[in-house]
């Protein structure tokens, strides 16, 4: 079982701040997924992470994977509430539906 | 195109009782998949269903089980009921690709007393 640990476990900021999170591992993945699951919702896929030393951007949102493949991070550019959720990552699945998760950081983005 | 959809969103069971809890994918989704997601364990992988086969289980206990319809409906049900089966369940549906995104329901809030 590959085991991902992500970090903070908790981030509450105010808004208009940035942030870094992060997923480690000491396996190498082919792929990692972040998802975000806001309030009352099921997680929702933000992007996947393919190559090593790959940056994604999703307009505020930065996402880079190791050089090595064995960690990812997200970054918050001027974080607004509507970033508020649990943000949980995966390594990318074999075209299965098997999903191994981090268990989370959890944002709070306040007004 | 509809989402995943699960019912019911709320259940309140009793020690002991069964439940089931259903949902229905995404058109053209074959592989339907369930989750548990707790505040201590985080979301945890119960098991998939492929082409109305168990392609994939988890680690947990046989009181755990479910069943894939030949229109890639899907239920689970939990037997024996414990508190510790509080949760939210989540099903998610998917393509059968490589990399392809689990698309999630908005999951079932199960409580048992």
């Known amino acids: 079982t590959q085991l991902l640990e992500q970090s903070p476990q908790f981030l509450s900021i105010q808004e208009g701040e940035n942030l870094t999170v992060y997923c480690n591992s000491s396996s190498v993945f082919s792929s990692l997924q972040w998802y975000r699951q806001e309030p009352g919702e099921g997680p929702v896929l933000l992007v996947t992470v393919v190559t090593g030393g790959e940056v994604k951007k999703l307009k505020r949102l930065t996402f880079q994977f190791g050089d090595a493949r064995k960690d990812s991070s997200l970054h918050i550019t001027a974080a607004q509430p509507g970033d508020t959720g649990l943000y949980l990552c995966?390594?990318?699945?074999?075209?299965?539906?098997?999903?191994?998760f981090g268990q989370g950081t959890t944002l709070q983005v306040k007004p | 195109k509809a989402g995943v959809t699960q019912t019911p969103r709320y259940l309140i069971k009793t020690r002991g009782q069964q439940v089931t809890l259903s949902c229905s994918p995404i058109s053209g989704h074959r592989s339907v998949s369930w989750y548990q997601q707790t505040p201590g364990q985080g979301l945890q992988f119960l098991f998939e269903y492929f082409s109305e086969t168990q392609r994939n289980k988890g680690n947990f206990p046989g009181r755990f089980s479910g069943r894939q319809f030949s229109n890639s409906r899907s239920e689970m049900n939990v037997s024996t009921l414990e508190l510790g089966d509080s949760a939210l369940y989540l099903c998610?549906?998917?393509?059968?690709?490589?990399?392809?995104?689990?698309?999630f329901g908005n999951g079932t809030r199960l409580t048992v007393t």
């Open positions: 995966a390594p990318g699945s074999s075209n299965t539906g098997k999903l191994i």
């Open positions: 998610a549906s998917s393509r059968q690709a490589y990399n392809s995104p689990l698309h």
